[in-house]
């Protein structure tokens, strides 16, 4: 392009990068460079950090976009994408997922992953507009798995001889049956289904357990006893009726037990 000067007129020849100036004045010559700020690639600023199963990664993870020497470059507003890299668990990353940078930075706020694992890391790419930048890769984070607790409440006192019965516990989202087990089997024993019946063997205190298994995204929950009396059956005496005759030998007395219990 020209411009007009008090002493003549003065051009610039060359590419955006570089011009060659020269004046009408044959004795003057100028060459100047210009420094462009061009995006060449992308950096992880906030890493992800281990999270729980499906809830949000923080703090939140940002990703820069660098020229060549690593400059931020923040005029940049071009869309950066996160999407996973290493997947040991085939897991599904939610959230939003592409953002546009803001000063050079893409922030994103409420990324999670559905499926427990360790070793997930993810990959920054922004292919538009081109040419697209060089992808960058997080470190490496886990996504742990979710805890389950057990709701199972005390059975009612008891008295040996009752019949054997039945009991019931809530588990965690795992999906695995609670199962029940004696803790005292001198007392009480389980059997049938998961070990929900309950049958008395004696007197005293029997205390059942309570468990359920874990899986790819959650723990085992914690065990958890619940006791309860047994009390002492009782035992009925009823004396045998008798008679005799006057002045004679009393005869044998009788009594008869009721109450025992197999």
């Known amino acids: 392009s020209g411009s007009s000067t008090a002493g003549g007129t003065t051009t610039c020849t060359g590419t955006a990068s ?21 995006a060449t690639k992308l950096a992880f600023g906030a890493q992800p ?24 470059v923040t005029s940049s507003t071009r869309s950066v994408t996160l999407a996973i890299g290493t997947n040991p668990s085939s897991g599904t990353l939610a959230g939003t997922t592409t953002v546009a940078a803001v000063g050079g930075i893409a922030t994103f706020s409420n990324l999670s992953i559905n499926n427990a694992g360790n070793g997930y890391t993810l990959v920054a ?25 057990i709701t199972f409440g005390a059975p009612v006192t008891k008295t ?5 019965f039945v ?7 795992s999906g695995n049956a609670v199962t029940f087990s ?24 029997c205390t059942i357990r309570a468990s359920q ?15 309860f009396t047994v009390n002492k059956a009782t035992l009925t005496v009823t004396a045998d009726n008798q008679s005799r005759a006057y002045n004679a030998a009393n005869p ?8 025992f219990a197999n």
């Open 18 to 38: 570089s011009c060659n100036f020269s004046h009408n004045n044959k004795d003057q010559s100028l060459t100047a460079t210009f420094n462009t700020v061009v």
């Open 49 to 72: 950090t281990n999270t729980n199963k499906d809830a949000a990664v923080t703090p939140a993870v940002t990703v820069r976009i660098l020229d060549a020497s690593s400059n931020l």
């Open 125 to 149: 790419s922004s292919a538009l507009p081109t040419p697209a930048l060089t992808t960058a890769t997080s470190t490496v984070f886990n996504i742990n798995k979710l805890a389950q607790t």
């Open 160 to 164: 040996y001889g009752d019949a054997p």
């Open 167 to 173: 009991v019931s516990a809530t588990g965690g989202a």
């Open 182 to 205: 004696s803790q005292t089997p001198l007392i009480c024993t389980t059997s049938g289904t998961n070990g929900s019946t309950v049958t008395i063997l004696a007197a005293g205190t």
């Open 213 to 227: 298994l874990g899986n790819s995204n959650y723990n085992a929950a914690n065990n958890v006893d619940q006791s």
């Open 252 to 259: 044998t007395l009788t009594a008869t037990i009721s109450g």
